[in-house]
Nanobody, 119 residues
C-alpha cells in the first residue's frame, strides 16, 4: 500500500525557514491534489496549504499567506512546503495528505513531521 513520507521538520529559531517534503513510497502514485495540515498540542488539525497537482493552482490559509509556499516536482512525485519567517505559533506536527480524485476527500495521510519554532 502506498504511503506518504514527510521529511524536513526540525527546530528553528523565530524568523528562520524550513522546507518540508512529502514523497510517496511509490513514485508512480498519482493524486489530484496535495495538502499540508498541521496540529499543535491541544488544538485541532488545521489546513495550511493545498496544490492541485496537474494545474499547480495553490491555496493557502490566512496564517500561511505571504510566508509559506507550496509546490511540487512532478518528476520526483514530491510535494514541498517552504516555510519562511517562522513564528513560535507555527510550532506543530505537519502532515501532508493526498486527494486521489477531485470530488473526494484527502484519503492518504503521512505520519507527520515535527516543526518547532523557538522564540
Amino acid at each position: 500500500q502506498v504511503q506518504l513520507v514527510e521529511s524536513g521538520g526540525g527546530l528553528v529559531q523565530a524568523g528562520g525557514s524550513l522546507r518540508l517534503s512529502c514523497a510517496p513510497s511509490e513514485r508512480t502514485f498519482r493524486r489530484y491534489a496535495m495538502g499540508w495540515f498541521r496540529q499543535a498540542p491541544g488544538k485541532e488539525r488545521e489546513f495550511v496549504a493545498r496544490i492541485v497537482w496537474g494545474s499547480s493552482n495553490t491555496y493557502y490559509a490566512d496564517s500561511a499567506k505571504g510566508r509559506f509556499t507550496i509546490s511540487r516536482d512532478n518528476a520526483k512525485s514530491t510535494g514541498y512546503l517552504q516555510m519562511n519567517s517562522l513564528k513560535p505559533e507555527d510550532t506543530a506536527v505537519y502532515y501532508c495528505a493526498a486527494q486521489s480524485v477531485s470530488y473526494g476527500q484527502y484519503d492518504l495521510w503521512g505520519q507527520g513531521t515535527q516543526v518547532t519554532v523557538s522564540s
